[in-house]
């Protein structure tokens, strides 16, 4: 028997659970991080944050944000954080919320959604190539203080 998942808007009940993604996946016990993204984001209802449940437990998240301005840019989106728990990668999940994503900001009108990869995580950039993700005209640049 095939298990359903759930896309679903992101609740504040729903941050431990990320939390606990976000640990697997980067084997890190500091989730300090994530947990100041989420407390920003359970409070915009214009971004598109989902959270992927099978049999009412999270499994994945997505989380963008919303940018109304900035660098010659028209109001746009970009994603700052997903994951999918190990145990149910390879399962369609992250395409899934990606999809929910871009369907809210079709909705009103957003055209662009960007997001930052690591130059050598191939299957990050393996991932969002297969969603129709491209090199756009930013480089990435920074300064180390």
Known sequence: METRVFIRPLKESDSEAIQQ???????????????????????NNEDACFVAEIDDSVVGYMISRVIHAGF??????????????????????GKMLAEKV??????????????????????ILSYFKSLGFER?????????L
């Open 21 to 43: 993604i976000n640990r697997s996946i980067t084997n890190q016990e500091d989730s300090r991080e994530i947990e100041k993204i989420l407390e920003q984001e359970i409070q």
């Open 102 to 123: 871009f369907e809210k900001y079709r909705e009103v009108g957003i055209k662009h959604i960007y997001t930052s990869v690591l130059w050598d995580s191939l299957d």
């Open 72 to 93: 010659g840019l028209e109001k746009s989106a970009w994603i700052i954080s997903f994951g999918v728990h190990p145990d149910h990668m390879d399962r369609g999940i």
């Open 136 to 144: 756009s005209n930013f480089i990435n640049i920074r300064k180390t």
